[in-house]
């Protein structure tokens, strides 16, 4: 509500919030013990499983709406190639030790629903005096990866959309800007309702930045149809609809939006006429 600055302060909080999870996160190795060597088999997934998740995560960053608006937010283009790289090398060491919590908490409850892993070794593993502090930090840090995604819905709909159909004061951008963080904060929390899985969410979205993919690297050297964009966009997100319907919320029915979106962005380029 109180816009990109205040989403700016709670992402700088929310790394401190991570050093302090890593260092409450020693307690729960030392007490967990060892990991299972058969969740240590880093192809167990399949290699179609594989290659979506990398494939996917290569896509979050270059379309990532989020880090696009960072981009734009830089002083200069060296500072924004400091930051990335940065960004890379901490990320990678966060990642990294919230799957090895992942699979430490795992091996000490087999049975737990792998969603619930962080929140279920909280509550199991730390002393009582670290509980309320370590899930305190948990959920500060969700929720400040939230407004991130929330602020850049609101102000999505507010200029891409609302401006579409008049001319809107800065005054007036702010004030629907808030208004529709209201009203997709709400939508969120029916929508969560309903969509427990974790990784089915993911496998969800994951279809809709397929079917985005092909029109985003192309842009940036081609000069595309403005309907040749909105065919591959909208007939790779429905391909993934099916996709899911037939096979069921999975990365494998996601990936089959990318192959419809890029052959559909080619069909769209050769016949419409019209930029």
Known sequence: MAGFKAVIRTDLFQYFILFLLIIISISLFTQVGSINPENLNLFAAGPINILAFA???FILIVIGADLWQRVYAGKSIKIVQKSLIYAGIITTIFLTIIIFMGLFIQSRF???VPETALAVGFTQLLPNYLLGVGLVILFAAIMSSLDTFLFILSTSFSKDFLSKFERISLNKFATNTRLFSVILGGLGIILALFLTSIVSVISAIAGVYFALFPAMIFSFRYTLKSKAVILSIVGGF?????????????????????????????FGQLVFRNK
């Open 55 to 57: 494939f996917y995560g």
């Open 110 to 112: 087999p049975e737990i």
């Open 238 to 266: 429905l391909s993934s609809i099916l996709g899911f319907v037939l096979i069921g919320i999975t990365v494998e029915a996601a990936l089959i939006s990318l192959p419809a979106a890029f052959v559909l962005l080619g």
